[in-house]
């Protein structure tokens, strides 16, 4: 499908939700805005996913400027769809109640993989950690401010 008829609608598209399953979830922000440049929006999706541990144990994530990885185990008695929707909703609350706006902070839907083997669990963890260092915005991950994994 060539890549002007994608539609995030597609996304959805066979996802069901698995308790107890690790899942890498990407999200992008509302036209790829570099909304968590600033460190108090970047703040704002880190309690998000705190609060979100009802439904979902975070393993590692990062926040980078126009997107979010996070690396979460589903909790009984949720789903995907749900958990993501409410980390996404309630960091947007926050966000444009502090620019006191209404905008947008949010693309439609985002990506899901659901990790099979539990070497893979390291693996994206390292993947995630890491790509403040990819993107060059930091020379050191300890430099980096909105990152975190289970491990440390």
């Known amino acids: 499908m060539a890549a002007s008829k994608f539609r995030t609608h597609n996304l959805r598209i066979d996802r069901h939700s698995a308790p107890h399953q690790i899942y890498m979830i990407t999200t992008v922000t509302h036209q790829r805005s570099s909304l968590f440049e600033d ?10 996913l705190r609060q979100a541990e009802a439904s979902a144990q975070t393993i590692a994530y990062v926040v980078m400027p126009d997107h979010l990885h996070w690396l979460m185990q589903l909790r009984e008695g949720t789903s995907l769809a749900t958990t993501v929707q409410f980390v996404k909703t309630l960091s947007a609350r926050s966000i444009n109640e502090f620019n006191g ?3 947008k902070v949010w693309a439609k839907g985002y990506y899901d993989q659901a990790l099979r083997d539990e070497d893979q669990v390291r ?3 390292r993947y995630i950690v890491a790509n403040p260092l990819r993107a060059g915005l930091v020379r ?3 430099d980096y401010p909105l990152w975190d994994a289970v491990w440390l």
């Open 123 to 125: 693996d994206f963890a």
């Open 140 to 142: 050191s991950v300890k």
């Open 101 to 103: 706006s209404k905008g």
């Open 39 to 48: 460190l108090y929006a970047g703040r704002c999706m880190v309690n998000a």
